[in-house]
């Protein structure tokens, strides 16, 4: 599966919660995040980013995030929304644009009208942006992963070494 990933988010409010979609974006390799909406802007002199990916990652506020859909992505908004696939039951498309609303709103319904599809996480209650943006993103790479002969999670304790801070040290005896 190709790892095209950009991420929308619309007007959201915490600086916390951008810094840890940052991290997320990092570690699950997406290539963009863009924004809507001032209270981000107004926050983000607030540093949440502790692993510096926005030197990596771009993250970019635009006006609208159905301008922002990059050349051949699908729309995939992420929304408690009748009628939307469960996502241990959907299949992420190759070059995705996932849209995710804000904590204290929802979508515009222009956007989800123009998604491709619409997907909620089966979950008692909602969870916070940031572990929304961390579930999905997770779930996208665990199904590709297991497409792949050669699973790249079957590294195990490389892979483990490669991933962890250096202030983790801990093994199992």
């Known amino acids: 599966m190709s790892k095209s990933v950009v991420i929308g988010l619309t007007d959201p409010k915490s600086p916390s919660n951008v810094g ?12 963009s995040i863009c924004y809507t909406g001032t209270r981000y802007t107004k926050a983000a002199k607030y540093h949440t ?26 729309i995939v908004c992420i929304e408690l929304v009748e009628g939307a696939v469960a996502l241990p039951e959907f299949e992420h498309p190759e070059n995705a644009f996932y849209v995710f609303g804000p904590e204290d709103g929802s979508l515009e319904q222009a956007v989800v009208d123009r998604a491709d599809a619409v ?22 790479m665990a199904k590709s992963y297991q497409q792949q ?7 195990g304790d490389q892979l483990i070494r490669q991933s962890r801070d250096t202030n983790n040290l801990l093994s199992i005896k």
């Open 20 to 31: 840890s979609i940052l991290r997320a974006a990092g570690c699950y390799q997406a290539q």
């Open 49 to 74: 980013d502790t692993k510096q990916m926005s030197q990596k990652i771009p993250v970019t506020a635009v006006d609208s995030l159905l301008d922002a859909v990059p050349e051949g992505a699908k």
């Open 119 to 140: 997907v909620y996480i089966p979950t008692i209650g909602c969870m916070n942006l940031a572990a929304t943006v961390n579930v999905l993103l997770y779930d996208r």
């Open 149 to 155: 002969a050669n699973n790249p999670l079957d590294q």
